[in-house]
């Protein structure tokens, strides 16, 4: 059984910072990219941030670059999603994702709500 746990969410204040986990179980994790998407009320999910198999190549959206950084450890079989700087606007439901292009399979996590709010 497939399974995307995050964790690391919560209400931060303008400005702060907070550090996303998903945990995977029942996958390769090494074979599959992974990348976290968002979706605030009443929005579309969009994608926040991915990372290549084996770390090599990252990809932001324009409206966190320079703020959030993902990095994995394939040890752990883990992904990571360090958010600085904090907006309101970084308000979501935050997602992990695992792709594996060769295969085809797409597995999603739970979510995790982020807050930014004084």
């Known amino acids: 059984q497939v399974q995307l746990v995050e964790s690391g969410g919560g209400l931060v204040q303008p400005g702060g910072s907070l550090r996303l986990s998903c945990a995977a179980s029942g996958i390769t994790f090494r074979n599959y990219a992974m990348s976290w998407y968002r979706q605030a009320p009443g929005k579309e999910r969009e994608l926040v941030a991915g990372?290549?198999?084996?770390?090599?190549?990252?990809d932001y959206a324009d409206s966190v670059k320079g703020r959030f950084s993902i990095s994995r450890e394939n040890s752990k079989n883990t992904v990571y999603l360090q958010m600085n700087s904090l907006k309101p606007e970084d308000t979501a439901v935050y997602y992990c994702?695992?792709?594996?292009?060769?295969?085809?399979?797409?597995?999603w996590g739970q979510g995790t709500q982020v807050t930014v709010s004084s």
């Open positions: 994702k695992a792709e594996n292009s060769y295969t085809g399979n797409v597995y």
């Open positions: 990372i290549r198999r084996f770390g090599g190549s990252t």
